[in-house]
């Protein structure tokens, strides 16, 4: 690994060959206004080949919330569950959970679920903060509620709640949460700094989240795309809640952070996301693979596409992931991951055998800020060919 020359006051490391990954990084930061705390982190063929960070507050250390991102730590237990036989993808969410069969669901396959086709994005009369922390508490109040639209015939993101609802699926499977199953076969054997319910001990490292920066011409984009309270987007980020917070808000949450819910209270690193990730498809300090090439393929291969119903664009879904490669084509075919609130981005591309990880404390406008990360995924794939 080369040392980074100090620059636009960026950290780090990157390895010989990979030096434009470090360019685009730099670019953002200047795009940014130069005091953004931003991590990003690359693997290839299973070795880090990218490691850098910058920021006035920003260590490689720092732990950040990675908001959805859960999501898809989460559904790699899932995954390795279905590797061992334990979970179904083509069984009905109903005979893992005899209850959730009701309202019309009975016959709505894992993957269908996981695809987030269930349309129970959130409960009719929202969550408080508190209930949200709570996965058990959010998958007893949405699995005997009525779907918002014929379930595995729509989809929408299921944005605050689909890991709550997998999970359940999980831990009735096993008798485990899918916390335990993180901590258990993630976590520990691959020594990352990564949580989904982060000990009050580490608690002194996390950076809390900053507000988005607001113009005039970014509080009139916003308004454009807002929508009521009430409306199936309001109520997939709760806002129709008395007493909701922001996404961006929910990781400074005390609870939130210490609980850990699976759609959206994971903590962690860069470094942490972009070694799970790795840990997929390439072997990682002389481990096998995670999961097989049948079973990442599973789960990479697209389940549903089309306009999503809550984000109202187009959108692919894998099976509890992201398409990615639909959203960055310079990916493989079968790349997939998860975004988070703000720009946060974790993924795979098994056929490059890469991964790739982004977490900043400011939240972005546009939300996911595609076009910064197809950049910086030009430049790491571009490098992995050359390699």
Same mark, same amino acid.
Not at 12 to 37: Q, S
Not at 207 to 235: F, H, K, N, Y
Not at 318 to 345: C, D, I, R
């Given at each position: #690994?080369?040392?980074?020359?100090?620059?636009?006051?960026?950290?780090?490391?990157?390895?010989?060959?990979?030096?434009?990954?470090?360019?685009?990084?730099?670019?953002?930061?200047? *795009?940014?206004?130069?005091?953004?705390?931003?991590?990003?982190? *690359?693997?290839?063929?299973?070795?880090?080949?990218?490691?850098?960070?910058?920021?006035?507050?920003?260590?490689?250390? @720092?732990? #950040?919330?990675?908001?959805?991102? @859960?999501?898809?730590?989460?559904?790699?237990?899932?995954?390795?569950?279905?590797?061992?036989?334990?979970?179904?993808?083509?069984?009905?969410?109903?005979?893992?959970?005899?209850?959730?069969?009701?309202? +019309?669901?009975?016959?709505?396959?894992?993957?269908?679920?996981?695809?987030?086709?269930?349309?129970?994005?959130?409960?009719?009369?929202?969550?408080?903060?508190?209930?949200?922390?709570?996965?058990?508490?959010?998958?007893? =109040? $949405?699995?005997?509620?009525?779907?918002?639209?014929?379930?595995?015939? /729509?989809?929408?993101?299921?944005?605050?709640?689909?890991?709550?609802?997998?999970?359940?699926?999980?831990?009735?499977?096993? +008798? =485990?949460?899918?916390?335990?199953?993180?901590?258990? =076969?993630?976590?520990?054997?691959?020594?990352?700094?990564?949580?989904?319910? %982060?000990?009050?001990?580490?608690?002194?490292?996390?950076?809390?989240?900053?507000? #988005?920066?607001?113009?005039?011409?970014?509080?009139?984009?916003?308004?454009?795309?807002?929508?009521?309270?009430?409306? %199936?987007?309001?109520?997939?980020?709760?806002?129709?809640?008395?007493?909701?917070?922001?996404?961006?808000? %929910?990781?400074?949450? !005390?609870?939130?952070?210490?609980?850990? !819910?699976?759609?959206?209270?994971?903590?962690?690193?860069?470094?942490?996301?972009?070694?799970?990730? @790795?840990?997929?498809?390439?072997?990682?300090?002389?481990?096998?693979? $995670?999961?097989?090439?049948?079973?990442?393929?599973?789960? +990479?291969?697209?389940?549903?596409?089309?306009?999503?119903?809550?984000?109202?664009? !187009?959108? /692919?879904?894998?099976?509890?992931?992201?398409?990615? *490669?639909?959203?960055?084509?310079?990916?493989?075919?079968?790349?997939?991951?998860?975004? +988070? *609130?703000?720009?946060?981005?974790?993924?795979?591309?098994?056929?490059?055998?890469?991964?790739?990880? %982004? $977490?900043?404390?400011?939240?972005?406008?546009?939300?996911?800020?595609?076009?910064?990360? $197809?950049?910086?995924?030009?430049?790491?794939?571009?490098?992995?060919?050359?390699?």
């Amino acid at each position: #690994m080369l040392d980074v020359e100090e620059r636009a006051g960026i950290d780090g490391v990157v390895a010989p060959g990979f030096e434009a990954v470090r360019e685009r990084f730099a670019d953002l930061l200047a *795009a940014e206004g130069g005091d953004l705390d931003v991590q990003v982190a *690359a693997y290839h063929r299973g070795e880090k080949v990218v490691d850098l960070w910058a920021g006035p507050d920003t260590t490689a250390e @720092s732990l #950040m919330g990675i908001y959805s991102a @859960s999501k898809g730590v989460a559904h790699l237990v899932v995954a390795l569950l279905v590797q061992d036989g334990v979970v179904d993808l083509d069984r009905p969410v109903s005979h893992y959970w005899p209850r959730f069969g009701v309202e +019309g669901k009975r016959d709505l396959l894992v993957r269908e679920l996981l695809a987030h086709q269930a349309g129970l994005v959130g409960a009719v009369d929202g969550f408080a903060v508190e209930e949200l922390a709570d996965d058990r508490v959010v998958a007893d =109040r $949405l699995g005997t509620q009525r779907p918002f639209w014929r379930p595995g015939r /729509a989809t929408g993101y299921h944005a605050l709640v689909m890991a709550a609802l997998s999970g359940e699926v999980v831990r009735r499977a096993t +008798g =485990r949460t899918v916390q335990e199953h993180f901590t258990e =076969r993630l976590r520990l054997p691959l020594g990352l700094d990564l949580h989904l319910g %982060l000990p009050e001990a580490q608690d002194h490292r996390f950076l809390s989240a900053q507000p #988005m920066t607001t113009t005039p011409e970014r509080l009139r984009e916003l308004a454009e795309v807002a929508t009521a309270p009430d409306s %199936l987007s309001g109520i997939a980020f709760n806002r129709h809640h008395p007493y909701h917070r922001e996404v961006w808000e %929910l990781p400074n949450i !005390p609870v939130i952070r210490s609980r850990g !819910p699976a759609s959206l209270g994971g903590v962690g690193t860069a470094r942490g996301l972009a070694k799970l990730y @790795s840990a997929v498809a390439s072997p990682v300090d002389g481990a096998d693979p $995670l999961l097989d090439p049948t079973t990442a393929a599973a789960f +990479g291969q697209v389940q549903s596409a089309g306009v999503d119903l809550v984000l109202r664009q !187009p959108k /692919a879904w894998a099976v509890g992931f992201h398409a990615s *490669a639909e959203t960055y084509p310079v990916l493989g075919a079968g790349a997939f991951g998860h975004s +988070g *609130a703000g720009g946060q981005q974790a993924l795979v591309d098994p056929r490059h055998e890469l991964s790739y990880a %982004l $977490l900043r404390r400011r939240p972005a406008f546009p939300a996911q800020i595609d076009k910064d990360h $197809l950049r910086l995924l030009d430049a790491l794939v571009t490098a992995a060919r050359r390699a």
